[in-house]
C-alpha cells in the first residue's frame, strides 16, 4: 500500500527537498505540493491524501487554521488525512493549539532524513507521533505557557471511574504497561479501556487523550 503525502509549507526549497526524500523511498509517493494553508486545503479536497506535512507558519491561512478546516465536519473527501506539523519548535507556541485542531504530531523543521520518513510512516498507520512521555512533555510545556480553558467535566460523564483513572494516567505520559503496573490490571485490559475511552471522547490518538486531560483538569502542568 502506497502512502500518498500532501507537502504544505510556503518555502519552495523545503518542498522539494522533503518531496524528493519522500519519493525517494518505496510505498511513500507525494502527490502534491500546497504553498499557502488556503491551497492546502483546496489540495487535500481534491487529492485526498493519507497525509499531509503541514508548515505552522504560512501565507493566507495557517497550519493551524488550515487543519482545522480540513479536519472539521465540512470536509468533502473520502477519506480523513492524517496531519504532521513541521514546526521550528524553538519559535513556535502553536504547536499545541494545532494538536488541539487535530493534528496527530509535530516534527522539527531540521530533523534528519530517516526521522521524516519514519514519522510519515507512524502517522500513516494511525498512530501518534510521539511516544508517551515525551508527548506528555511537550504538551506540558505549552500547556503551562498557553493554557487552554478547561472544558466541563461534563464531557467525560460516559466514562466509568476506570476509564476515568485510565485517562488520566495517559495525561501522566504512562504506557499500557506502566498503567496496567499502577491500577494492578492486566495491560490487555488496559488496551480494552483505551480504545472505549477513544471511542466515547471520539479521541483519534493518544496525543489527543493527553490533551484532553489537561483541558478537562485531570492533570496539571508542572510549576
Sequence with gaps: MTIEVLIADDQAMVRAGFAALLDAHDGIRVTGQAADGREAVALSARLDPD???????????DGIEATRRILGPSYPAAKVPRILMLTT????????????AGASGFLLKDALPDELVHAVRVIAAGDALLAPR?????????????????QARADLGDLTERELEVLTLIGRGRSNSEIGGELFIAEQTVKTHV???FAKLAL???VHAVILAYDAGLVEPAA
Design 89 to 100: 519548535f524553538d519559535i513556535d507556541d502553536y504547536v499545541y493549539d494545532a494538536l488541539q
Design 204 to 206: 483519534r490518538d493518544r
Design 51 to 61: 497525509v499531509i506535512l503541514m508548515d505552522v507558519r504560512m501565507p493566507e491561512l
Design 134 to 150: 515525551v508527548t506528555r512533555r511537550m504538551i506540558e510545556h505549552f500547556a503551562a505557557r498557553r493554557p487552554a480553558a478547561p
Design 195 to 197: 480504545g472505549k475511552i
